[in-house]
């Protein structure tokens, strides 16, 4: 990612998903699950719950905030 070879936003999304299945939890939030009908993201790292830092690091790698993520799915799954 870093000498350009692949996209920001795509390295985020393949981290979470790694860092999901081998330690079980995502650092950016991009990948969510069916919690009481409605999307949310799997466990966080420690971090990752305060929604400032959450987004901070997503728009580091491009990404838009979780609030905003969410619109884009429908309201109930």
Same mark, same amino acid.
């Given at each position: 990612?870093?000498?350009? =070879?692949?996209?920001?936003?795509?390295?985020?999304?393949?981290?979470?998903?790694?860092?999901?299945?081998?330690?079980?939890? =995502?650092?950016?939030?991009? =990948?969510?699950?069916? =919690?009481?009908?409605?999307?949310?993201?799997?466990?966080?790292?420690?971090?990752?719950?305060?929604?400032?830092?959450?987004?901070?690091?997503?728009?580091?790698?491009?990404?838009?905030?979780?609030?905003?993520?969410?619109?884009?799915?429908?309201?109930?799954?």
């Amino acid at each position: 990612m870093k000498t350009g =070879q692949f996209d920001k936003a795509d390295y985020a999304l393949l981290t979470d998903r790694v860092n999901l299945a081998t330690v079980g939890t =995502q650092y950016y939030g991009s =990948q969510l699950s069916c =919690q009481h009908n409605h999307y949310a993201p799997f466990s966080l790292d420690a971090k990752s719950s305060d929604p400032k830092v959450l987004d901070a690091r997503r728009a580091s790698m491009g990404l838009m905030s979780e609030a905003k993520y969410l619109t884009y799915l429908p309201p109930h799954c």
